[in-house]
Nanobody
């Protein structure tokens, strides 16, 4: 099991950028696939992006393709979400999640993730 702590959220104007970070504790981070999810007010939590053991394999929901980039630094036990060209509809609490994986295949399935952070709030507004 890993403990996950997100940071980097805040208020940003439409068109702006933010980089979220998720720091993981635990020795098994390199064997974890990692994902970012978000939950807007009065909506279900939804998948944003996922990454395999290394940066080689990433997966995004359609609404963020070309604007968001997920990456990881295994030496620092950290996963990132670079968010560019932010829109009002990106406003949500963003959660980092992970699960041990023997295949390294990224996943968009929320129920497959076993470890979750507490979330960081992103507000896109002028």
């Amino acid at each position: 099991q890993v403990q996950l702590v997100e940071s980097g959220g805040g208020l940003v104007q439409p068109g702006g950028s933010l980089r979220l970070s998720c720091a993981a504790s635990g020795r098994s981070f390199r064997s974890y696939i990692m994902g970012w999810f978000r939950q807007a007010p009065d909506k279900d939590r939804e998948f944003v992006a996922s990454i395999s053991w290394t940066d080689f394999w990433t997966y995004y929901t359609d609404s963020v393709k070309g604007r968001f980039t997920i990456s990881r630094d295994n030496a620092k036990n950290t996963v990132y979400l670079q968010m560019n060209s932010l829109k009002a509809e990106d406003t949500a609490v963003y959660y980092c999640a992970g699960r041990l994986s023997t295949s390294g295949t990224p996943s968009s399935t929320i129920t497959e993730y076993t470890d979750w952070g507490q979330g960081t709030r992103v507000t896109v507004s002028s």
